[in-house]
């Protein structure tokens, strides 16, 4: 497996300075410098429209940014296209679980490990000791769908393609992880697996999480940058976070919507 | 009967070959029943219905049964129509195919059956009898470069044309149609200094039409039916009148009952063709009364094909009577008596054959006339007798020229 | 194992069938389905249905022809063993060229294209003499010599597409579970997904291309070895109708399928003539293919399995005496 060199460098894992992005004359996202270190668990919280999945678009390029700049461990990517970020280390989940239905878990996962990196043996079965397949079946046992291996993923429950987002996200040593609402219409008995599950995350492994769920965003994060509107709000632990009146305003007391 | 034709052929659906009565015999019969000359190839089994029936139906004392199989106008599809006819049916006698390359794939096709004889429906290439030739393979008829005989010298000597433009579909039929033309134009003193061969179901003219030279006396157009109507309705369109002359499919019905403007472009138009309407001569007036009197919902008159389809089928009829029905010997003496076989045309010449086993036939020259009630027809305005099928020439020099193309022959 | 109950009896088969039901139902049955097979392989697997499969085996069977023996005088004979790649090659290079031009359409663009593409190679064919001896083609096409006899005989042709057959369909069910064809897969669910896992898309749809170009190539040689001729008129709008009918009527589950289509077809083609009025033949075709698309949505193969797995269950159900 190919490894990509550990960024020998003191920078934050992920950096922005004024980054936005206009639709028209619109902006979804404005003006938001924020900055992450490497293993930090950051949420970011905000009502619905205050473009936390427009950010997140912006991060892994693909939404151009129309302003500001980005640094992965120091290096500015801002022009940078998907897949280098990718290379660079960069992983997302989406919002709407977006996976391959026609695809068994393991065939999934396996692809996800592997790419299509290896010359023309690519057009050659896998072999059931390739060293990728085994390495899927593990990222299986991490995310926590072992017994779901050989089933599609079309057949999987609404909790469990959630959790085979995060697998394929921890795929090939990711550094950054951004997660779009990993909760999003789980069941309340399917909540606390999940937090679980990001708890459980590789402490190297830097997560930035938009989560709508309170309980799971405070309980699985150390810090909290609240977005409004498209702009940054408020920024800080999750005390600090919860003890800003305009914060407590706009996202708690008022348009909170579950 | 039709249930039990139908039980069998179920069982031949369902198992194996169907059983043969040892006291029929069986001529497969090749047509094309579906598309575009779906009615063209009915009229072709008509023909040959008609010529059974003339034989009353049974030769020597046996019935004969017609096994009509369908071919789409390619060749792979002939090839497959008639390996089901031999293989399957046991057939040894075919009259078939309707079109040019068919024609010439059952001619390649028979050298693998050397037991089966095949007679040739109406396809007209040249190359089917000319280059190359089949022992087993016969065609009571022309090619389409003898169908055009009488008509390159009529346009010159008659006509007085001395330069002509050709625009022709791009294939091996019209090829040989443009053969015949030139072969007696350019004799004659003719040129022909530009061709437009165009593809077949082309809708679109207009280049062809621009590009025409203004200095020729006529257009000899070699187009089929629907390809005909666009191209001379854009020619006339486009303010131009130069008179026509006609390929045997170019003038047909269609052609000459579309009420389009370049009517009166076509008004004395010569065309040839072996197969004339309203022509009068006993035996054609026989013909047709008996055609229509057997196919009432049939055509108005027997087309080129019922009319070659017949003379494949009584070719057929008249050998098997002459053997007493026996081609046991894998139709050796029936085709030793198809060879020197003679008999009257329904246009009222002899029918005979070459010895690349082609006939040797009468051909007319036609022109478009009015008709009293002001519809278009034609009518037949000059006989050519015996048109063999290097056109005259000596076999030698005819060959030596090689075979038609887009630029051959030339004379510019 | 349970492919052993279709492959025995299709070895056995020669021996008991004439020549006629051997060559012309069965023979051609396999190297249509082998045709076919190369468009069931992308709708299944790509989610692409290419009406331009007709024009890939011909693309194969005019190389063929014109590297190889023909009697119209056209071309550049090659020895056996370059030819036979050079056609395969040709043919995966063709689909390679499709497969970028219709590589960001699904659907009905996918269609359109693949369809443009089929009929604008119908008309070249027709219209260039250099290369394709446009209306009339090439005839004499015979397959290479096998002892004093020739591997065109009913017989060994047979055998030969047999193999052909079963290799395309290994060959299929190989490439579906390597790295390259679960992309391919991956492609026709979630294209944007693919490309977030770092994995570019067009490749994986030129390559799905190329492979079909591979299938329907070898069918089209076999095709040009088995009717001894190529011409316009095999890859006109006939046969690209008739594979699409082949592969809707086999299904598209397995690759198998596209086998079942095919006899059916064939059968149907040949013998409907005979049990109806021959002016109406087409109509007993078209009505029973439409009947087996309303009865059997996902092909006759489905339809089969499904019954098979109804009586096994009823044969469950009841107690054994």
């Known amino acids: 497996m190919p490894v990509s060199p550990v960024p020998k460098t003191t920078a934050n894992a992920l950096e922005t300075q004024g980054i936005g992005k206009r639709f028209g004359g619109f902006w979804a996202v404005k003006d938001v410098t924020f900055s992450v270190r490497p293993g930090e668990r950051r949420a970011i919280l905000g009502p619905n429209g205050a473009g936390k999945t427009s950010l997140f678009n912006i991060l892994t390029g693909d939404y151009a940014a129309s302003s500001g700049s980005i640094r992965l461990f120091g290096e500015d990517v801002t022009k940078s296209s998907v897949p280098k970020r990718i290379k660079n280390g960069l992983r997302r989940t989406y919002q709407h679980a977006y996976l391959f239905d026609g695809l068994s878990v393991h065939d999934t996962l396996f692809l996800a490990v592997a790419g299509l990196r290896g010359g023309w043996r690519q057009i050659l079965p896998v072999r059931k000791s390739d060293p990728r397949r085994i390495e899927a079946e593990r990222l299986a046992e991490v995310c926590g769908i072992p017994e779901f291996l050989d089933r599609m993923v079309s057949d999987l429950s609404h909790g469990q ?6 697998g394929i996200a921890l795929a090939e040593d990711p550094k950054v992880l951004l997660l779009d609402e990993p909760a999003a219409g789980l069941s ?10 990001l708890l459980s995350l590789p402490t190297d492994v830097t997560v930035i999480l938009i989560e709508h769920d309170m309980d799971i965003a405070f309980r699985t994060s150390e810090s909290v940058t609240v977005l409004f509107n498209g702009q940054l709000m408020a920024e800080g632990t999750p005390d600090e976070v919860m003890a800003n009146k305009d914060v407590h305003e706009i996202y708690v007391g008022g348009t909170h919507s579950e | 009967m039709k249930n039990l034709k139908i039980a069998v052929s179920a069982l031949a659906l369902s198992a194996a070959a169907v059983p043969a009565s040892a006291d029929d015999i069986k001529i497969g019969v090749i047509s094309i029943l579906e598309g575009a000359f779906a009615a063209l190839g009915q009229d072709g089994i008509r023909g040959v219905e008609m010529a059974i029936a003339d034989a009353g139906g049974s030769v020597a004392g046996k019935d004969v049964e017609l096994i009509v199989v369908s071919s789409d106008a390619s060749p792979d599809s002939a090839v497959a129509a008639a390996r089901r006819l031999i293989e399957q049916d046991g057939v040894q006698v075919i009259v078939g195919p309707l079109s040019g390359s068919e024609g010439l794939a059952l001619r390649d096709l028979s050298r693998s059956y050397p037991e089966v004889t095949i007679i040739n429906g109406s396809s007209g290439a040249q190359d089917t009898t000319l280059r190359d030739p089949s022992e087993n393979f016969y065609r009571f008829g022309g090619d389409g470069a003898q169908w055009m005989a009488g008509v390159g010298t009529y346009a010159h000597d008659t006509l007085g044309y001395e330069k002509v433009a050709i625009v022709a579909e791009d294939y091996s039929f019209p090829y040989t149609q443009v053969l015949g033309f030139m072969s007696e134009f350019c004799a004659a003193g003719g040129t022909v200094p530009e061709k437009f061969w165009t593809p077949i179901g082309n809708a679109d003219y207009s280049s062809v039409v621009y590009s025409i030279p203004q200095d020729v006396d006529a257009i000899f157009v070699a187009l089929g039916g629907s390809d005909a109507v666009s191209f001379l309705t854009q020619y006339q369109q486009a303010g131009f009148n130069t008179p026509i002359i006609g390929g045997s499919i170019t003038i047909d019905q269609t052609v000459l009952s579309s009420d389009a403007s370049f009517r009166d472009m076509l008004l004395g138009a010569p065309a040839g063709t072996p197969t004339v309407s309203d022509f009068d001569s006993p035996e054609w007036t026989a013909f047709s009364a008996a055609y229509a009197e057997a196919y009432p919902d049939g ?114 | 194992m349970r492919y052993l109950i279709v492959l025995i009896p299709a070895l056995l088969l020669p021996f008991v069938l004439t020549d006629f039901w051997l060559a012309q139902v069965l023979t051609r049955s396999l190297i249509l389905g082998i045709i076919a097979l190369s468009l069931s392989f992308l709708a299944t697997y790509l989610g692409v249905v290419s009406f331009a499969q007709a024009s890939l085996a011909g693309v194969a069977g005019y190389a063929i022809a014109y590297f190889g023996p023909n009697t119209v005088g056209i071309g550049v004979p090659l020895p056996f063993i370059v030819k036979l790649p050079l056609a395969l090659l040709l043919a995966m290079i063709a689909g390679a060229l499709i497969g970028f031009v219709a590589r960001r359409s699904r659907g009905i663009y996918a269609i359109m294209i693949t369809l443009a593409i089929g009929v604008a190679f119908f008309y070249f064919t027709r219209q260039n003499y250099v290369l394709f001896n446009g209306f009339t083609g090439f005839s004499g096409v015979l397959p290479p010599a096998l002892g004093d006899r020739s591997w065109g005989d009913p017989r060994p042709l047979y055998y030969l597409s047999l193999g052909v057959a079963i290799i395309c369909v290994a060959m299929v069910q190989g490439f579906v579970r390597s790295p390259l064809g679960l992309a391919v897969q991956a492609v026709r669910d979630a294209p944007g997904r693919l490309l977030a896992l770092g994995i570019p898309t067009t490749f994986p749809i030129i390559a799905a291309f190329a492979f079909s170009g591979l299938i329907a190539g070898s069918g089209g040689i076999l095709n040009a070895w088995f009717q001894e001729r190529v011409s316009s008129f095999s890859v006109g709008f006939g046969p690209i109708i008739d594979i699409l009918i082949i592969s809707v009527i086999g299904g598209l589950r397995h690759p198998t399928g596209a086998f079942v289509g095919a006899i059916v077809y064939v059968i149907l083609d040949i013998f409907a003539i005979d049990l109806i009025d021959r002016d109406r033949f087409n109509l007993l075709i078209g009505i029973v293919l439409l009947a087996i698309v309303v009865a059997a949505p996902n092909g006759l193969q489905q339809l089969a399995i499904d019954w098979v797995g109804a009586l096994r269950k009823r044969a469950a159900k009841t107690p054994a005496n």
Do not use: W
Request: some cysteine.
């Open chain 1, 161 to 166: 393609r959630r959790q085979l987002e995060i």
């Open chain 2, 299 to 412: 055509l108005g008159a027997p087309s080129i094909f019922a009319h070659h389809y017949y003379m494949g089928g009584h070719a057929a009829m008249l050998a098997l009577e002459e053997v007493g029905g026996d081609l046991s010997d894998g139709g050796a003496a029936f085709r030793a008596v198809l060879d020197d076989l003679e008999f009257v045309q329904p246009t009222g010449g002899i029918m005979r054959l070459d010895e690349n086993r082609n006939g040797i036939v009468d051909n007319f020259v036609i022109e478009v006339f009015e008709r009293e009630d002001g519809s278009l027809g034609t009518r037949a305005i000059e006989v050519v007798k015996d048109v063999n099928q290097t056109l005259g020439q000596d076999l030698e020099t005819f060959l030596a020229a090689g075979p038609v193309s887009r630029d051959n022959p030339s004379c510019p």
């Open chain 1, 188 to 197: 309340p008995a399917e909540r606390p697996q999940l937090s679980n599950l």
